[in-house]
């Protein structure tokens, strides 16, 4: 059983910086690619951030510059670390890992984390 997990959200003043963390467990084998996506309401979920294995790493341009995405891949735990916050960037925050269990690679999703940034 695999479970994914992530925490860090909150409600932060416009400018302000949060670090969200998903934390991965189970019979994991590694775990190949961890992303963020955010949901607002009424909206669609959209692709924040991305993260290979083997350290790269992608963007969606409205988080360029202010969003970093890393790994502690012993851990299997990823981060996404939000600066200059804007009230836009509230929404809930997923993470979605890619996971080898085995020969076979498995998508799991979080709950999700709130973030509402205030203006």
């Known amino acids: 059983q695999v479970q994914v997990v992530e925490s860090g959200g909150g409600l932060v003043q416009a400018g302000g910086s949060l670090r969200l963390s998903c934390a991965a467990s189970g019979s994991i084998s590694s775990i190949n690619d961890m992303d963020w996506y955010r949901q607002a309401p009424g909206k669609r979920r959209e692709l924040v951030a991305q993260s290979t294995s083997g350290g790269s790493t992608n963007y969606a341009d409205s988080v360029k510059g202010r969003f970093t995405i890393s790994r502690d891949n012993p851990k299997n735990t990823g981060y996404l670390q939000m600066n200059s916050l804007k009230p836009e960037d509230t929404a809930v925050y997923y993470c979605?890992?890619?996971?080898?269990?085995?020969?076979?690679?498995?998508?799991?999703w979080g709950q999700g984390t709130q973030v509402t940034v205030s203006s």
């Open positions: 979605n890992a890619l996971i080898q269990i085995g020969s076979h690679q498995y998508s799991y």
